[in-house]
């Protein structure tokens, strides 16, 4: 009962559990498209690829205005974006090296501006260095009304472009057939994508991002083979998860937000490879041996 009139009454505890969850359903939301797409390292390179736009941003205007920092990491993470697809459409490096490319170069470009910067003498810069890893707890009131704008506006273009995205995932070439535009719907995915990630970096940091967007996903592919269920489930696992790491992180004090977070996930994500009713493997493994059960004896 405390617990219940904390979440609702206590400044802190109810920005970082509203921050933590709208996150969670975002990023579960999204995550689905980028793991049936097999695109799960593109959130790991766009997350990377936020942190030195976040630093030219501070490095610009001296600001550490919420609103400023996310422009600058909305538009690393675009640019980064436009390089991966430039790259794998123009040259013959697949696109795993790619992303790996851009991940790499893009993050050690913005740990080298984060050193400069703290080797300034501006005393505004301190805390800068919470974008690695998130600071949950110093989320505010203004930080969790963005975040509910910014993924509110990337739910509903999910929304509203449902089948073609949904086609995009599963058949590529039958889209374009259609008449559709793969590569502008693809391109639009992966911008709602660094959406989902500039809302985290206040969170889980750059660093972690790219376990809200893979896990969910990969925990709700266990246990259905729908679409549109296994969005219903990976956002309801994102948000639990956020929900709880939350909670945990302002009851313990010495427990941070984003890796507790995620240590959930990677908890969630484990029992539905158990357990799962679509692809678990206990339930595998039970349907296998019930099938040779129901199989005849080989005649002499």
């Known amino acids: 009962m405390n617990l219940i009139h904390d979440l609702i009454f206590d400044y802190t505890l109810r920005n970082v559990a509203l921050g933590s969850a709208i996150l969670g359903v975002v990023s579960g939301v999204l995550g689905c498209f980028a793991v049936l797409r097999r695109q799960g390292l593109m959130g790991d390179a766009l997350s990377h690829a936020a942190l030195p736009g976040v630093c030219l941003a501070y490095m610009a205007t001296h600001s550490k205005s919420p609103v400023v920092l996310m422009i600058g990491a909305a538009l690393a993470g675009l640019i980064g974006m436009a390089i991966i697809?430039?790259?794998?459409?123009?040259?013959?490096?697949?696109?795993?090296?790619?992303?790996?490319?851009?991940?790499?170069?893009?993050?050690?470009?913005?740990?080298?501006?984060?050193?400069?910067?703290?080797?300034?003498?501006?005393?505004?810069?301190?805390?800068?260095?919470?974008?690695?890893?998130?600071?949950?707890?110093?989320?505010?009131?203004?930080?969790?009304?963005?975040?509910?704008?910014?993924?509110?506006?990337?739910?509903?273009?999910?929304?509203?472009?449902?089948?073609?995205?949904?086609?995009?995932?599963?058949?590529?070439?039958?889209?374009?057939?259609?008449?559709?535009?793969?590569?502008?719907?693809?391109?639009?995915?992966?911008?709602?994508?660094?959406?989902?990630?500039?809302?985290?970096?206040?969170?889980?940091?750059?660093?972690?991002?790219?376990?809200?967007?893979?896990?969910?996903?990969?925990?709700?592919?266990?246990?259905?083979?729908?679409?549109?269920?296994?969005?219903?489930i990976s956002a309801l696992v994102g948000a639990l998860a956020g929900l709880s790491g939350a909670i945990i992180s302002v009851l313990q004090e010495r427990v941070p937000t984003g890796p507790a977070i995620v240590l959930l996930l990677g908890a969630i994500v484990a029992i539905s490879l158990l357990f799962g009713s679509a692809e678990g493997w206990v339930w595998d493994w039970i349907r296998r041996r019930r099938n040779r059960l129901a199989l005849p004896e080989p005649s002499r």
Not at 153 to 167: C, H, I, R, T
């Open 85 to 232: 697809l430039l790259v794998e459409r123009r040259t013959r490096i697949d696109p795993g090296s790619a992303l790996g490319i851009v991940l790499t170069v893009f993050f050690g470009f913005g740990v080298v501006l984060l050193t400069v910067i703290q080797k300034g003498n501006d005393a505004n810069q301190a805390g800068l260095d919470k974008f690695l890893f998130g600071q949950a707890a110093a989320l505010v009131s203004d930080q969790v009304t963005t975040m509910a704008i910014v993924g509110g506006a990337a739910l509903f273009v999910v929304g509203l472009l449902y089948k073609e995205f949904k086609l995009l995932a599963f058949d590529t070439g039958f889209a374009g057939v259609l008449g559709f535009r793969p590569h502008f719907l693809g391109g639009l995915l992966t911008g709602l994508l660094v959406a989902a990630i500039v809302i985290g970096l206040n969170t889980v940091g750059v660093i972690l991002m790219s376990a809200m967007l893979v896990a969910p996903a990969c925990a709700a592919r266990q246990w259905t083979n729908r679409l549109s269920a296994m969005i219903g």
